[in-house]
Nanobody
Framework: QVQLVESGGGLVQPGGSLRLSCAASRNILSINVMGWYRQAPGKEREPVAGISGTGITTYADSVKGRFIISRDNAKNTFYLEMNSLEPEDTAVYYC??????????????WGRGTQVTVSS
């Protein structure tokens, strides 16, 4: 019922910046929460940043002060601005949205993931 398309991943040097985008096929004004997760090889998927329908943002301790989550309702797209990137940030990044129960397409949806590699 809902498709998420991620873009913006790539290879950057330590200290560099990158912006990830997640385009949704439904109106994100209706989203309960949207966010970004990441998964490194051999590790579990972990939350990175999230934003609620009321604009409340949360960040993992490891990225506070470096990453910013935002959204553009007109484009049905949300973003993750990543600054001061470190090798430890290397992972596949996934976008995630959750729609409320009153919608026929309610539920949780995931993107396919985009690779971010931080290396010199």
């Amino acid at each position: 019922q809902v498709q998420l398309v991620e873009s913006g991943g790539g290879l950057v040097q330590p200290g560099g910046s990158l912006r990830l985008s997640c385009a949704a096929s439904r109106n994100i004004l209706s989203i309960n929460v949207m966010g970004w997760y990441r998964q490194a090889p051999g590790k579990e998927r972990e939350p990175v940043a999230g934003i609620s329908g009321t604009g409340i943002t949360t960040y993992a301790d490891s990225v506070k002060g470096r990453f910013i989550i935002s959204r553009d309702n007109a484009k049905n797209t949300f973003y993750l601005e990543m600054n001061s990137l470190e090798p430890e940030d290397t992972a596949v990044y996934y976008c995630n949205v959750d729609f409320p129960a009153y919608l026929w397409y309610s539920g949780t949806y995931w993107g396919r993931g985009t690779q971010v590699t931080v290396s010199s």
